[in-house]
C-alpha cells in the first residue's frame, strides 16, 4: 500500500464501481476533467473500471482513501514511458466534502514518490484547465512547475479556455528536503 500522511492509495476493486459512478456524473467535479461532458453510462464506467484495475505497463490507477478506509477519490500515473522516463499524473476527488483540505496534495505527494522512487521516472507532468485555480495550487503547493500554456485548449461554461502543463523534475523532487519523510512506500 501507498500511504502519506491523509490518505492511503490501493488498488480499485469492483466494489469502487457505484462511487466512480457517481463522481463522473457529477458535473461539479467533471468539468474539471479531460473527460466527455455528459452523462456517463454505468456500462461506459464498468469498462473503465475494468481497465483500471487491470495491470498494465503504461498505466497505473489507484483508489485514494482516507485514513480510515473512506474512498474518495482516485489518482494514476498514465502514458508512462520507460524509455524516455515520464509519466502524466492524474488526481480526482470525487467526494467534494474533501476539496481543499488537503488530501489532493497528499495524494499527488504519494503518487509523486511512487513515480520517482519505485519507477525510477524522471519526470511528471499534468495538464490543468486554467479554470482550476485549486488544482494549480495543489500542484504548485507541490513544487510543479508552470512548464506552458495550451491557448484556447478546451470549450467549457460557453467559451474557450487555455490550458496549462506543469511539471516536475527527479532533481526537483530530490531537491524538496520537506519530502523525504513527508510519505512513506509501505
Ligand atoms: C484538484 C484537487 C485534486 C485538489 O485536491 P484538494 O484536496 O482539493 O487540494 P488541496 O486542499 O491539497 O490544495 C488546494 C489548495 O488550493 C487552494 N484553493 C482552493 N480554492 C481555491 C481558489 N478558488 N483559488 C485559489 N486557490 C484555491 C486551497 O486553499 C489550497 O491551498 P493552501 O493549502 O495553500 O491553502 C481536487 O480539488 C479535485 O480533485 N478536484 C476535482 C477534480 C480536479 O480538479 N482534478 C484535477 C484535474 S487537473
Known sequence: MLTGNLINLRALERDDLERCWTWMNDAEVTQFLAVPQ?????????????????????????????????????????????????????????????????????AVNVLLRYAFEVLNLNRVYLRVHAYNLRGIRCYEKCGFQHEG??????????????????????????????????????
Request: proline share 1%.
Open 38 to 106: 455528459r452523462p456517463i453510462s454505468r456500462v461506459e464506467e464498468e469498462k473503465w473500471l475494468e481497465n483500471a484495475m487491470t495491470q498494465r505497463d503504461d498505466e497505473c490507477v489507484f483508489a485514494i482513501t482516507t485514513k480510515d478506509g473512506t474512498h474518495i477519490g482516485n489518482c494514476g500515473l498514465m502514458c508512462i514511458d520507460h524509455v524516455a522516463r515520464h509519466a502524466a499524473l492524474g488526481i480526482m476527488i470525487g467526494d467534494k466534502d474533501y476539496w481543499g483540505r488537503g488530501y489532493g496534495a497528499d
Open 149 to 186: 500554456r495550451l491557448r484556447q485548449q478546451v470549450y467549457r461554461h460557453g467559451r474557450y479556455w487555455d490550458t496549462l502543463v506543469m511539471g516536475m523534475l527527479r532533481e526537483e523532487w530530490e531537491s524538496r528536503s520537506d519530502m523525504i519523510n513527508a510519505t512513506q512506500v509501505a
